[in-house]
């Protein structure tokens, strides 16, 4: 879908919650509107777009009381600024909402996570996500290092800009909206999704993007939304395989699962966000036991975590339950930085090409 | 200084303290180091440079003790790793070299503070910046948008950017090693580094850039040292006005503090990283009074810093007083998007202006 085409279908679908309110009204009903229940309980696997989403528990939320009455007064000026600031071709960030609402007199927010989590229940009405409201997040998005080639529609005019070439060493930073960039084309064989800057920038300096015809894409701890949406769109309109490498702990894991599967409170959003294809490459509990990396015994919230891990739909495979209970048993985590301790270019040389090749995505 | 003198003075310097080691050995003396301390009460203005710098205040190490012996035979070490990494034109960050001391035997370090302190230590001693030493942070510059152009030398060859016509929307993304950039030329008539992301983007969109022929800067929160470094560079080098724009609490006068009078804990590399010329633009608490912007009262935690910061030499003038007095007085903080709460022109249209006129960079 065109930028353009998003936008519209922003407008008539939000009108059209509006208008809804107008005709429960009109026929003496009290307004209401009805949602998915939102928790770790309610997903589902999604065959056709291979993404976990929402199942079919909902919940209503009806104008009977006070607090519902004026949950629906605050989406109906949320819709409101959303289509004065479309007809505008203005922005915002969703800070800046927030501070909006001040003059929203009873529909003022009482704080951010309220204004966050109606915008996001308004992503899940009308089908369109919240780039198409013109409403940004203040988290940037990461970098790319690598051969590709892109075009983005900035203030400025459109630019076509190299990965490689015509970006300084820090790289090319995915901007707010990942919908202003045309995919131009590539030379690269497959896509490494980075946890840490640290390991982002060893691959680059180790010359990894050169050598394997590599894409690399820091994702700065747990992704920013654009970072996701730009190796979705990687992974659709090339089809290259992406490659997640973090630390070997269970918050590494869910940056994991946030790729691949989606997360649960942008489920509705996974098949713009989510990856499926995308592979875990490492660090596996596995890793830490055959390489005998520098490790550091699990915390208690490490242990919660895992076990919260054992029973979250999204890993319910046989790889994952033999990896985290393997995990739980050694007791220990490494960070993928850990591999210097065999020197600089173990990572490069040793670790990587041994581990792509396992997964067939080199040749041996 | 070029990045090959400044290389060259890291290796002499540093091999001087081992060959001193060496001498006071020889002569049957006791090996030993003597550094500044390094508190907030051992800070001076240093009126030449204009910036604050370590006292007289020495702390002597000697091998005397088991304790301090094992320190020096780190720093042994650590200058053993750094003499070859320059040989072989290598660099790694401070968490790799962590790591790498695993090898170290009784050298290993027990912790990561440990190591980035024995650095700092090194820093002192031999009067050359990390980046000397081909040693990285893990965090990430933050992006720059604005009419200027650079040259910086990446591992493909020299790149030529201009910061707005080169890049995408998101900008220039400051690399780890600012002594790889060289500064072109430029069409600008002052610097705005600017706190929060959601501003910097707001800045972007509502084209204040071309308008006033701004460079904008993304501080990210607190400045990495790349981004420290390229505003003392910019000031140096083009002698452009650098304007500090926070939100209105202690912890952003402290990026200011940081931006503009250097870090406690890196006062010995101020002259790098300090930008004296650097002013705060705001928030002030005043603004909070004049404006009377959506606040939030201050915690507990944030009387303690604002008082921290009447007794700290950097903020020992007149004006921080008065306004930190304020402060405390209103019991009020606000964030730099509160502007958003008269429209999102607000800032650029009437804050901007009337703030940059007061302070003479504007013309009335």
Redesign the interface.
């Known amino acids: 879908m065109s930028r353009e085409e998003l936008e519209k279908k922003a407008i008539t679908s939000l009108l059209s919650i509006a208008s809804a309110w107008y005709d429960q009204m009109k026929a003496g009903e009290i307004p209401s509107i009805s949602l998915p229940s939102r928790t770790k309980y309610n997903i589902e696997y999604d065959d056709a777009s291979e993404v976990w989403k929402y199942g079919d528990k909902e919940s209503l939320r009806n104008a009977a009381s006070a607090k519902s009455a004026t949950h629906l007064l605050k989406m109906a000026y949320v819709i409101g600024f959303i289509k004065q600031q479309l007809r505008e071709n ?4 969703l ?3 927030y ?2 609402s ?2 929203w007199k009873r529909a003022k927010f009482a704080a951010q996570d309220e204004s966050n989590y109606l915008i996001e229940d308004l992503e899940i009405l009308s089908d369109v996500p919240r780039e198409g409201f013109h409403l ?1 997040p ?4 990461a ?1 790319i290092y690598g051969p590709m080639r892109i075009r ?1 529609e ?3 005019g459109m ?1 076509t ?1 190299h990965c ?14 990942v919908e ?1 960039i045309e995919f131009v084309d590539h030379d690269a064989k497959f896509v490494i999704a980075i946890e ?3 390991m982002y ?2 691959l ?2 180790n ?1 990894f993007d050169e050598e394997h015809n590599a894409i690399l894409v ?1 994702l ?1 701890g747990q992704p920013a939304r654009s970072t996701r949406r730009m190796l979705n769109r990687m992974s659709m309109t090339w089809d290259l395989p992406i490659l997640v490498f973090t630390d070997g702990d269970p918050w590494s894991y869910r940056i994991y699962g946030s790729v691949a599967y989606g997360a649960i409170k942008s489920a509705h959003m996974s098949e713009l966000l989510a990856t499926p294809k995308a592979q875990f490459l490492g660090l596996r509990p596995s890793d830490i036991r055959d390489y005998n990396l ?1 490790s550091d015994k699990l915390t208690d919230k490490d242990v919660e975590a895992l076990r919260s891990e054992l029973t979250d739909p999204r890993f319910a495979t046989d790889y994952w339950k033999k990896e985290i209970n393997l995990q739980l048993e050694m007791n220990l985590k490494s ?1 993928q ?5 065999r ?2 270019d173990f990572v490069t040389k040793t670790y990587l090409p041994a581990r792509l090749a396992e997964m067939g995505i080199l040749k041996r």
């Not at 203040?138 to 998005?141: D, L, S, V």
């Not at 490689?164 to 909206?177: K, L």
């Open positions: 203005r922005s915002s960030t800070r800046e909402m501070y909006i001040e003059g940004h203040e988290e940037n998005g970098s983005e900035t203030r400025r630019k800009i490689q070439d015509d970006v300084g060493q820090a790289g090319y930073t995915i901007p707010n909206s202003n840490t800057g640290g920038d060893r680059i300096e010359g820091h700065k520098p960070e930085q850990a591999f210097a301790a020197g600089l």
